[in-house]
């Protein structure tokens, strides 16, 4: 599919809209319930804004093509990558905690949360790049600390060279997987 100039328009218009946050609220909504039917009242309830005003952002994004048939259309990418953004957005409120772990030299995002995917029911996937190989126990505290902050489920693939080295040659699905993520911070892994 062919992205329009007109939903260009729309899309910028709704990223315009982000930068308040009731509106954001609603966008945000719905982007995070694809499953979930688009309902005035129910949103404005959720997100403690007007009806009037989840009326006019849902109006927007059904201009833009974001939202079909009272749900948000996920085969469009136009919504994907807005959803992409989204999700940077929230998980970057855990990145100044990893910064401050020595051990920690990079971390980054893959699976659904990477390509906009994710459902209300998606765990966040994330990898953290570190030099040498680090216990569990740690690996599990930082992940209790991100699931607390984002409010989602949070595992964590620990790699290194060797453990690249290792994937790259025993399970390369999940090898590229990782390598086509997103680096939200410090070294990359590919």
């Known amino acids: 599919m062919f992205i329009k100039c007109k939903q ?36 404005s309830k959720r997100t403690g804004t007007s009806p009037a005003l989840v009326s006019r952002v849902v109006g927007t994004l059904r201009k833009a093509g974001l939202v079909k ?25 855990f990145i100044p905690v990893v910064r401050r772990v020595r051990w ?11 390509s906009g995917t994710n459902t209300e029911k ?3 996937d994330l990898w953290i790049r570190v030099r040498k190989p ?20 949070c595992s964590i693939v620990v790699v290194d060279d060797e453990r690249m080295r290792k994937m790259r040659e025993s399970d390369k699905p999940f090898y590229y997987a990782l390598a086509n993520s997103f680096t939200l911070w410090g070294e990359g892994i590919a």
């Open 8 to 43: 260009i328009v729309y899309v910028m218009e709704i990223l315009r809209v982000l930068a308040t946050p009731k509106r954001g609220a609603v966008v945000e909504h719905v982007l995070n319930n694809p499953s979930l039917s688009i309902e005035v009242r129910g949103i």
């Open 122 to 124: 998606s765990d966040l």
């Open 134 to 153: 680090v216990g569990e126990e740690k690996i599990a505290a930082i992940e209790r600390v991100i699931s607390q902050r984002t409010g989602v489920e």
């Open 104 to 114: 920690v030299v990079g971390v980054g995002v893959y699976g659904s949360w990477a």
């Open 69 to 93: 048939d009272d749900r948000v259309d996920a085969g469009n990418a136009m919504a994907r990558a807005l959803k992409i953004l989204l999700n940077i957005r929230k998980i970057a409120v």
